[in-house]
């Protein structure tokens, strides 16, 4: 495989975390443990497929996508702060509702138990050149975007001051007259508008929605933020790190020199020996998971 196609295949398959890894630092930023990732980007990838499916229009479908994630993401800001609900119990429970929902609405709508039916998407493969086709799809790019934009707002806006205020100090940011739930509402909800553009992208980018299709990948990216340590861009070269050991692993599977059970452990491997190796040396946010008093 030429090393431009090496590169494209990574950054298609990083796309998705970043756009998850973008989001959760947000709402982690602020003191709201992002373990609901995995749900956001499962909602987003129905919805998409839904809305581009009964509207013919990929942009149609996004839209739809991103307001999933949006209510998804008011539901665990709604449980997590006005009711102060543990937020790893929440997190989970959303992931479990998203995963029965989906389910429940992929028989209604498309009588399947497994799949939606192709629906169109922002790219089509340009003569089987992954790269072209790459360029072509607006959420390549903006995902791309996501990250360095993300750091940008963290750390030269106010906005981004008050997270980070928020998810450091509390009181502290009461006191100043910062609306601490009002800030933490907004980030959760911007954390689940961002991480559903990841599913998003990965259903349109397949043209459909299967059962199940975001396979971990919000796991993986709630990885990727601590093995940065809650930066921004540390999470994203996290994320570009995890998506070539995948590509990897594809290439492995091709050529049927190690065992395929072993190749498809490659990713998650990965991920575990990289969380030991900084997991005690990353600091995160002291109020995070904290409501606010």
């Known amino acids: 495989m ?11 398959i990083a796309i998705p975390y970043l756009f998850a890894a973008a989001g959760g630092v947000m709402a982690e930023k602020a003191g709201v443990v992002s ?27 996004l839209l739809c996508g991103i307001v999933a994630g949006l209510l998804f993401g008011l539901v665990h800001a709604v449980a997590s702060i006005r009711y102060r609900a543990d937020q790893i119990v929440v997190g989970i429970a959303i992931n479990l509702l998203v995963i029965g929902i989906t389910r429940f609405f992929l028989r209604l709508a498309f009588d399947s138990s497994s799949n939606s039916p192709r629906v169109a998407g922002f790219s089509e493969p340009a003569q089987g050149n992954i790269f072209l086709a790459s360029l072509s799809n607006p959420l390549v790019w903006a995902g791309l975007l996501s ?9 030269r806006t106010p906005f981004g001051l008050r997270i980070r205020a928020v998810g450091e100090h509390p009181e502290a940011a009461e006191t100043l007259g910062i ?4 800030v933490r509402y907004g980030a959760v909800a911007l954390s689940g508008m961002l991480a559903a553009m990841g599913g998003v992208y990965l259903a349109l980018d397949q ?5 199940g299709m975001t396979a971990g990948r919000g796991f993986i990216a709630l990885a990727a933020i601590i093995f940065g340590r809650w930066d921004p861009a540390r ?10 050991a995948e590509t990897l692993q594809i290439q492995l599977q091709g050529t049927q020199a190690i065992p395929s059970q072993f190749v498809q452990m490659i990713p998650y491997v990965l991920t575990i020996v990289a969380l030991a190796g900084v997991v005690k040396r990353s600091v995160p946010p002291a109020a995070l998971g904290r409501s606010a008093d």
């Open 207 to 211: 043209h459909q929605f299967t059962d």
């Open 147 to 155: 990250v360095p934009l993300l750091t940008w707002v963290m750390y």
């Open 35 to 61: 373990l609901a990732l995995e749900g956001f980007m499962l909602s987003g990838a129905f919805a998409a497929v839904l809305g581009s499916f009964y509207s013919g229009s990929p942009w149609i479908g």
């Open 235 to 244: 999470a994203g070269i996290a994320c570009l790190l995890f998506a070539a």
């Open 179 to 182: 609306r601490v739930p009002r």
């Open 2 to 12: 030429r090393f431009v196609d090496f590169l494209a295949q990574v950054i298609r």
